[in-house]
């Protein structure tokens, strides 16, 4: 193998990496961080698109409130948070 061959397969590696592998990295820590910072009163939408209030955290569940009814949850399943209580 020459040079221009290395340097052709680094510079995709290089170019993989900057397009698709760091933006993801970077999205994983923003969910990460919002759902270690949820608390009771937020307004949050799950993964599955249920809208509902925040009412209280566990280490690893939470429940919601929504339309009158109170729905156990893993924190995990938090896509967003709609408004900060």
């Given at each position: 193998m020459n040079y221009t061959t290395i340097l052709s397969l680094v510079l995709m590696f290089?170019?993989?990496?900057?397009?698709?592998?760091?933006?993801?990295?970077?999205q994983q820590k923003a969910v990460r961080q919002m759902q270690s910072s949820l608390q009771k009163g937020d307004k949050i939408v799950t993964i599955g698109g249920l809208h509902g209030i925040l009412e209280s955290i566990?280490?690893?569940?939470?429940?919601i409130k929504a339309d009158g009814s109170r729905l156990t949850f893993d924190r995990r399943a938090i896509r967003e948070v709609v408004e900060k209580a």
């Open positions: 290089a170019v993989f990496y900057f397009l698709l592998i760091r933006p993801q990295q970077k566990d280490e690893d569940k939470i429940v």
